[in-house]
């Protein structure tokens, strides 16, 4: 007999709150509509069901019946949510000339890059018109912001890509910028939008802000093949692209000259064809193990958030996810 396998956090989280869920899926089918151009459904569609776990939707909706909310605009701030992520993903992929994307070819590889800016900027626009349905300003105020503190996040990294000088305070400003405040922002929402006292509002923003780094500093953990190859993105890519993310910042702040040659070569001349060189210099000074736990620093600062709020079963669910954002470092 095949022993069953164990249900993942952030599937038993879906499972808690799958009404709300197939509302905020039925609603992005909606939204990702086009009458006169239907290549936006199409390229859109293609990201949407490459099997992402809505992590960030989930964390909206959960956040608001966390907070007691009984109405339905918090399905709108999932969907928003859903919407400037996969839009960032459209873009990001151009910028980074990506081929994979969750184990299948990108957008702009499939169609073009025109393409894919052009629809991410559609979905842009779709997140606006939904903020606005909620009649919220706060909301606007949050969500919008978030959207503009991705962008500077991107664009900070753009200007730390090859450049040895980068230091971890820039980095966790990039981290912060490129993928925490939609973390922060999606569990923000979801708690005003539900009335929630301000301490809680706080808590959650909170835990989505530490949940955010961890789950970015894990992703860049893997990148350098932290826990083997079969992790669904090229392997490296950060490497090939020049981009100094934890584990190298920390590796150049204790190499020697003959390394940091390499990495001057590797990163700022653009030559990285030797990701085997890369890798063990990491593994000689130790930073990807100290990469994993910095990790799990922001994961605990993510649950010491959550224990600021009421005891209750989705607050523990968040928390096992939370726990789950590290569990392939452990």
């Not at 939904?130 to 919008?144: K, N, P, Y």
């Not at 753009?158 to 305070?169: D, G, H, K, P």
């Not at 980095?171 to 939008?193: D, H, W």
């Not at 992703?219 to 890519?237: F, N, S, T």
Request: net charge negative.
């Amino acid at each position: 007999m095949t022993e069953a396998k164990p249900i993942k956090p952030h599937e038993r989280l879906a499972a808690a709150l799958s009404e709300d869920m197939d509302a905020v899926n039925n609603l992005i089918t909606t939204r990702m509509a086009s009458e006169n151009a239907p290549r936006i459904p199409e390229v859109t569609a293609h990201l949407v069901s490459a099997g992402g776990k809505r992590v960030r939707p989930l964390l909206t909706v959960a956040a608001a019946r966390l907070c007691g909310y009984e109405g339905e605009d918090h399905v709108k701030l999932a969907a928003t949510v859903e919407f400037i992520h996969t839009a960032t993903l459209l873009h990001d992929d151009v910028v980074d000339e990506s081929a994979q994307r969750r184990g299948r070819p990108t957008a702009n590889l499939l169609w073009d890059n025109q393409s894919s800016v052009l629809v991410g900027d559609y979905l842009f626009a779709r997140s606006f018109q939904l903020m606005v349905e909620t009649g919220s300003l706060r909301i606007l105020d949050i969500l919008s912001g978030a959207a503009a503190t991705i962008a500077e996040g991107e664009v900070l990294q753009l200007t730390a890509a090859r450049n040895l000088a980068t230091t971890e305070e820039t980095y966790i400003k990039v981290v912060r910028g490129k993928t925490a405040a939609l973390f922060q922002a999606a569990c923000e929402s979801g708690a005003v939008i539900a009335g929630a006292p301000e301490d809680h509002v706080a808590a959650l923003a909170d835990f989505g802000d530490a949940l955010g780094v961890s789950f970015q500093i894990i992703d860049d953990w893997l990148d350098y093949g932290g826990a083997g190859d079969a992790i669904g993105k090229d392997l490296g890519d950060d490497f090939r692209e020049g981009k100094l993310t934890l584990p190298v910042i920390r590796a150049l702040t204790k190499g020697d000259a003959e390394e940091r040659t390499f990495w001057k070569t590797a990163l700022e001349k653009g030559k990285a064809d030797d990701l085997g060189r890369a890798r063990a210099i990491l593994a000689k000074h130790g930073t990807l193990e100290e990469t994993r736990l910095e990790a799990i620093a922001w994961r605990d600062r993510a649950k010491t958030a959550l224990g600021r709020l009421p005891a209750s079963d989705l607050r523990d669910m968040l928390g096992d996810l939370a726990d789950y954002v590290v569990a392939r470092a452990l």
